[in-house]
């Protein structure tokens, strides 16, 4: 994950593994496009495949190509959920 992003700071890390069940991703040619409008890619696949981006001036868009959920309990959320419900709670009692 790139340093300094939502995601890097969610995780607390700038490396994490998760499990990858899709064939779509983001096409090379379009990361510099997508970077130009706004959109961070801030986590990169092992061969350099988009896995995470983010809107770093939204209160929380961050979308990802693997599926958080398919590893968070209620004892245990994935820091990417447990980041998510404390940005709902966040702007609930703003």
Do not use: K
Request: hydrophobic share 45%; proline share 7%; glycine share 12%.
């Amino acid at each position: 994950m790139r340093p300094g992003t939502r995601a890097s700071a969610l995780y607390g890390v700038t490396e994490a593994a998760e499990d990858f069940f899709c064939n779509y991703g983001v096409n090379p040619d379009y990361h510099r496009g997508l970077e130009a409008g706004g959109l961070r890619v801030s986590g990169l696949g092992g061969a350099g495949e988009v896995r995470i981006v983010e809107l770093p001036d939204h209160p929380f868009f961050l979308a990802t190509l693997f599926l958080p959920q398919a590893r968070s309990t209620a004892a245990s959320p994935h820091p990417l959920l447990a980041g998510y419900a404390a940005a709902v709670t966040a702007g609930v009692s703003a």
